[in-house]
T-cell receptor
Framework: AQSVAQPEDQVNVAEGNPLTVKCTYS??????LFWYVQYPNRGLQFLLK??????LVKGSYGFEAEFNKSQTSFHLKKPSALVSDSALYFC?????????????FGSGTRLLVRP | DAGVIQSPRHEVTEMGQEVTLRCKPI?????LFWYRQTMMRGLELLIY????????DSGMPEDRFSAKMPNASFSTLKIQPSEPRDSAVYFC??????????FGAGTRLSVL
């Protein structure tokens, strides 16, 4: 079955330190991969996507993600965390052979950046 | 553009009542999605439309749920009759190209 896993319910990091939010996927072929962020009482906002090409993708608010095909991972990273980065982060995948265009979302990881 | 607009933002109702959630997508977006978010089940796709036509409703939990898109600028999700287990945050999202989805702020539904 096609799936996305976010193994950490919560990630804690101090402001100014680098952060990583993990995501692994299980789909056939080369998937389309996405990260979304959800702030309290808001809808999800698109951060970045990987379709093809360079394995390191840069997105909004200084975030980047690294696609690793051998490890089937797409971890979200930021060199220096801000308190305002505290939010719920979702990884999502769209299987390439799936003509229904549905996104499969992970369970979400709560990022807490302490001052 | 004001983004995806959902109404109401909060809805409190009693079991057995009909609930209608509304969504106005971003102008020019051909795809519209309805999601439900709960702590237990996370984010679930309920149904999506392409050019006002329902394409996949396999995520609709029961016949009590129905969705319509009478025109390109309006969609509704109706629950009749509502049950306490329907309590959740319901999101509408639209997309121009199926890659990036733009979400509304959601409707928090509480069924007592």
């Amino acid at each position: 079955a096609q799936s996305v896993a976010q193994p950490e319910d919560q990630v804690n990091v101090a402001e100014g330190n680098p952060l990583t939010v993990k995501c692994t996927y299980s789909v056939s072929g080369n998937p389309y991969l996405f990260w979304y962020v959800q702030y309290p009482n808001r809808g999800l906002q698109f951060l970045l996507k990987y379709i093809t090409g360079d394995n390191l993708v840069k997105g909004s608010y200084g975030f980047e993600a690294e696609f690793n095909k051998s490890q089937t991972s797409f971890h979200l990273k930021k060199p220096s965390a801000l308190v305002s980065d505290s939010a719920l982060y979702f990884c999502a995948v769209r299987p390439p052979m799936d003509s229904s265009y549905k996104l499969i979302f992970g369970s979400g990881t709560r990022l807490l950046v302490r001052p | 553009d004001a983004g995806v607009i959902q109404s109401p933002r909060h809805e409190v109702t009693e079991m057995g009542q009909e609930v209608t959630l509304r969504c106005k997508p971003i102008s020019g977006h051909d795809y519209l999605f309805w999601y439900r978010q709960t702590m237990m089940r996370g984010l679930e796709l309920l149904i999506y439309f392409n050019n006002n036509v329902p394409i996949d409703d396999s995520g609709m939990p029961e016949d009590r749920f129905s969705a319509k898109m009478p025109n390109a600028s309006f969609s509704t999700l109706k629950i009749q009759p509502s049950e306490p287990r329907d309590s959740a945050v319901y999101f509408c999202a639209s997309s121009p190209d199926m890659d990036i989805q733009y979400f509304g702020a959601g409707t928090r539904l509480s069924v007592l």
